[in-house]
């Protein structure tokens, strides 16, 4: 997994496909990033598009998670949960395998 800015940046772009989420992600600096979440099983977004955040954390279990758990999910992966810069709650929480980062030049 390549690690990039989370501190200051703001989601600007979700799309969801099948099995995979991206996000476009910009970094306090202003560079453009690519996230692309593999394998996801389920994504919760409270007003998170055109949010600020101050971290990406990495759960083991999160409601979203055991809400899966509930309706047979065999296996589920991480959560990854953005929280908002403004006041700290989670935004946006992603259950997912993995993901890859990438900067857009």
Not at 50 to 60: A, D, P, R
Not at 71 to 77: A, F, H, L, N
Not at 81 to 104: E, H, P
Request: aromatic fraction near 8%.
């Amino acid at each position: 997994m390549t690690e990039f800015p989370v501190l200051d940046g703001t989601l600007e772009k979700i799309t969801c496909e099948r099995d995979s989420l991206c996000i476009e992600f910009l970094d306090w600096q202003e560079e453009l990033w690519n996230i692309t979440f593999e394998n996801v099983l389920g994504v919760k977004s409270l007003g998170a598009v055109g949010g600020e955040v101050s971290e990406m954390l990495l759960e083991s279990a999160t409601s979203l998670s055991q809400e899966l758990i509930l309706i047979d999910v065999s296996e589920v992966g991480a959560s990854y949960c953005f929280t908002s810069a403004r006041d700290n709650s989670v935004v946006l929480t992603i259950v997912a395998s993995g993901y890859m980062a990438k900067k857009i030049t």
